[in-house]
């Protein structure tokens, strides 16, 4: 499904949410800023838009896995036209089970990808084992809106607008009505946090954005 709609991934990302996107990924990333990763691991990194975001914490390496190759091909010419290819590597991997022995990354960043995790507390256990001890992770994600009337909006944005727009550019039927079902079952606020504290994590947090729409969840090993 993401091989199918890798090329025009990056262009509905953006349209879809209405640039918000972009302000989100920022956000995320100036979490890192104090602790000045050197190694970053960007997991189901996509086209490579987090990394990107990520180079402003001026790190020696970002690498980026993801389990599309289609999604990956797209990401490695980015980084070509846009000379990051020193700085960002993307590499295909299972976020469950990650190709890197344990204790090895800085920092962690996953942007909009827990959520596709077939087995969540496995990839999330994953995450853990390679980051270093201190190491913090960053996870934005997708979240329900609890609050009138962001609630009913966003319902039925997902439900009726986003798969009929989402169909008219990919051509794709299958993969704008996946993301509003995949939200809705992903364990998001609380829940999540409850997973992270269960498999080890300490110091989870957990921010709602605009309105709801989105969380940014940090952690440390």
Request: aromatic share 12%; with cysteine.
């Amino acid at each position: 499904m993401f091989d199918a709609i890798s090329g025009k991934y990056d262009f509905l990302n953006h349209f879809l949410s209405l640039g918000i996107d972009i302000r989100w990924r920022k956000k995320a990333i100036k979490l890192l800023a104090k602790a000045q990763p050197k190694l970053i691991l960007d997991v189901a990194t996509g086209t490579g838009d987090f990394a990107i975001e990520a180079l402003k914490l001026n790190p020696e390496k970002i690498i980026g896995v993801d389990i599309s190759e289609g999604m990956l091909d797209v990401g490695r010419k980015k980084m070509k036209e846009r000379g990051f290819e020193q700085f960002i590597e993307l590499k295909a991997g299972d976020s469950e089970n990650l190709p890197f022995e344990e204790n090895k990354f800085d920092a962690v960043i996953v942007g909009f990808g827990v959520r596709n995790f077939e087995n969540l507390e496995k990839g999330l256990a994953e995450i853990l084992r390679v980051m270093k001890p201190g190491a913090r992770v960053v996870v934005l994600e997708f979240s329900k809106p609890r609050v009138f009337p962001m609630k009913q909006l966003y319902s039925f944005y997902f439900k009726f607008i986003l798969p009929k727009v989402g169909r008219f550019f990919s051509q794709d039927s299958s993969a704008y009505t996946y993301l509003p079902e995949s939200v809705q079952a992903f364990p998001d606020g609380n829940d999540f946090l409850s997973v992270l504290s269960k498999l080890g994590y300490k110091n989870a947090t957990c921010q709602p954005l605009t309105f709801g729409i989105s969380s940014l969840y940090t952690a440390t090993k």
